[in-house]
């Protein structure tokens, strides 16, 4: 690991200003961070210390919930208003990791966490995102866990996160400092981005940015989270759903849909989303709205079955939920 | 070197620390306390597995430095005056390992399972609350590999203990 000075910021302001320099960081669980620190993939020369900023409440607000960042992972999937309120929310944090690592991981580090791709984490291969220019060894290498939506020749790697793939489903806000007090709010949808041509960068926020909170709008009625993975507990999604919506006169409205291990980011399924509403649920308006939000997805091999997959985890996951609805009628 | 003040099993310590090292190294390189063990240095594998302020992490993956003021419990830490913690007998008595190597990390990550579900806390498995079953105790056990493949004896040790506190 390379040498890095440390610093534990005493408010926002503080670890804005103490996260300027190009190389500074911030440390929250570091869960992932220190993993990378070790390979040599990260290197700050500062380590800006959030995780004891004043961020560990989850307070309701009015028909909503506000989620401190620094608010661990399991802290989270176990508070009772969102084991009650957001069950989507609390099974996408539990199928994730393991309970030791769910311990220290924070709600603001989760959304920022690297891609698992191997061909990031080995340093002897190309890889964009690692070292932009280089080639990305993934197209064409082994791919079977890598993107099938809104990929690029430059990097094929997914989003690893569970939990914001949930936080995209649930149509979260992300609230940030940036300092002297000035800040933004912006969809947890758009604060990832495609990899284009600059894969190195994963997200929208400016450097020194920092993620002081997640605001939960009121919950929908329905809600699911499923994770296809190779073994049943501590291993990354080979894909995940989030689904929220609600019923109006057994019509689908405020549809809301997320997908996890097929982009770069949570993959907001808005074509699917948009056949859906208003209509009144049938295994084939879900087949409808599955092909039509995999119109354009594309294998790279290794990859190609999560094509099929992805569809099939759309239909069944629509046809559970509403089958509990025709059973609790 | 960073000032950094820890309590650990109990007894309070003063030292000074590269930010670079581990919590795990920490305890091991610098306090000579070796019974938690170095794995896989990645979080994989749980073997460095330690209860700090009651909850368990991996050791390998916390910068020693942003552990100032914390309270850590390590398996030097679980047997008192009395004996073995109940969940190290149980682990002798089941048979719950061979080479011993995952077992620190085993019995801290145990330890604090059950004051996990003592709480009330959720895993993937539970349902409305939680039940004391196997599929409950493996799911919250995942973290911790065993090569020796002691798992069934691991859960057998674990579940008689959370039974008996039940």
Same mark, same amino acid.
Request: glycine letters at 10%; aromatic letters at 6%; proline letters at 5%.
């Given at each position: 690991m390379k040498p890095f000075n440390y610093s534990r910021a005493a408010d926002d302001k503080a670890a804005v200003t103490s996260a300027r320099g190009q190389g500074a960081r911030y440390l929250g669980g570091g869960t992932n961070l220190i993993d990378l620190m070790k390979h040599e993939i990260e290197q700050p020369d500062a380590l800006v210390d959030v995780s004891r900023l004043p961020h560990? +409440?989850?307070?309701?607000?009015?028909?909503?919930?506000?989620?401190? @960042?620094? *608010?661990? #992972?399991?802290?989270?999937?176990?508070?009772?208003?969102?084991?009650?309120?957001?069950?989507?929310?609390?099974? @996408?944090?539990?199928?994730?990791?393991?309970?030791?690592?769910? #311990?220290?991981?924070?709600?603001?580090? #989760?959304?920022?966490?690297?891609? !698992?791709?191997?061909?990031?984490?080995?340093?002897?291969?190309?890889?964009? /995102? $690692?070292?932009?220019?280089?080639?990305?060894?993934? &197209?064409?290498?082994? #791919?079977? %866990?890598?993107?099938?939506?809104?990929?690029?020749?430059?990097?094929? +790697?997914? =989003?690893?996160?569970?939990?914001?793939?949930?936080? *995209?489903?649930?149509?979260?806000? *992300?609230?940030?400092?940036?300092?002297?007090?000035?800040?933004?709010?912006?969809?947890?949808?758009?604060?990832?981005?495609?990899?284009?041509?600059?894969?190195?960068?994963?997200?929208?926020?400016?450097?020194?940015?920092?993620?002081? =909170?997640?605001?939960?709008?009121?919950?929908?009625?329905?809600?699911?989270? !499923? /994770?296809? $993975?190779?073994?049943?507990?501590?291993? %990354? @999604?080979? &894909?995940?759903?989030?689904?929220? %919506?609600?019923?109006?006169?057994?019509?689908?409205?405020? *549809?809301?849909?997320?997908?996890?291990?097929?982009?770069? /980011?949570?993959? $907001?399924?808005?074509?699917?989303?948009?056949?859906?509403?208003?209509?009144?649920?049938?295994?084939?308006? %879900?087949? /409808?709205?599955?092909?039509?939000?995999?119109?354009e997805a594309r294998g790279y091999g290794h990859n190609d079955f999560k094509i099929p997959l992805m569809r099939r985890l759309i239909i069944a996951s629509f046809g559970e939920m509403t089958a509990k609805q025709e059973n609790a009628a | 070197m960073y000032p950094l003040q820890l309590t650990i099993n109990g007894k309070a310590h003063e030292t000074n620390v590269d930010p670079r090292v581990s919590l795990l190294d920490l305890l091991r390189e610098n306090l000579g306390l070796t019974g938690s063990k170095k794995g896989c240095d990645h979080g994989q594998c749980g073997a460095c597995t330690v209860i700090v302020n009651g909850r368990r992490i991996n050791s390998c993956l916390s910068l020693a430095v942003s552990h100032d003021g914390d309270e850590v419990t390590t398996i030097e830490g679980m047997a008192s005056d009395d004996g073995l913690s109940p969940l190290q007998a149980a682990f002798v008595r089941h048979d719950a390992f061979q080479c011993g190597y995952c077992t620190p990390g085993q019995i801290c990550s145990a330890t604090a399972l059950l004051e996990e579900l003592e709480r009330g806390e959720p895993s993937v498995v539970t349902k409305e609350r939680v039940e004391l079953a196997d599929e409950e105790i493996r799911e919250r056990m995942s973290g911790n590999l065993c090569r020796c493949g002691a798992y069934n004896n691991i859960i057998d040790a674990i579940l008689e203990v959370a039974e008996a506190r039940a």
């Open positions: 560990e +409440a989850i307070e309701e607000t009015g028909d909503g919930v506000r989620i401190g @960042a620094a *608010v661990t #992972n399991s802290a989270l999937a176990g508070d009772p208003i969102i084991r009650e309120r957001y069950p989507l929310l609390s099974t @996408a944090l539990l199928s994730g990791a393991t309970m030791q690592l769910r #311990n220290r991981a924070t709600t603001g580090g #989760n959304f920022l966490q690297r891609t !698992r791709c191997q061909y990031f984490y080995d340093t002897q291969r190309a890889c964009n /995102k $690692r070292e932009p220019g280089s080639g990305c060894d993934a &197209v064409g290498g082994l #791919n079977r %866990f890598h993107a099938i939506l809104g990929a690029s020749e430059q990097c094929i +790697a997914v =989003h690893p996160s569970d939990m914001a793939v949930a936080m *995209v489903a649930l149509g979260a806000h *992300v609230e940030t400092a940036l300092g002297e007090g000035s800040g933004r709010t912006l969809p947890a949808d758009a604060l990832h981005r495609l990899p284009g041509d600059t894969p190195h960068i994963d997200h929208q926020l400016r450097h020194g940015e920092l993620i002081t =909170h997640v605001v939960l709008p009121k919950a929908a009625e329905h809600q699911l989270y !499923r /994770k296809v $993975r190779d073994r049943s507990s501590y291993a %990354f @999604a080979v &894909v995940s759903i989030g689904v929220a %919506f609600d019923l109006l006169e057994g019509n689908f409205m405020n *549809v809301r849909i997320a997908l996890g291990g097929v982009a770069h /980011k949570p993959w $907001r399924a808005a074509r699917a989303e948009e056949i859906l509403e208003g209509k009144a649920p049938s295994p084939e308006l %879900f087949a /409808k709205a599955a092909d039509a939000e995999l119109a | -």
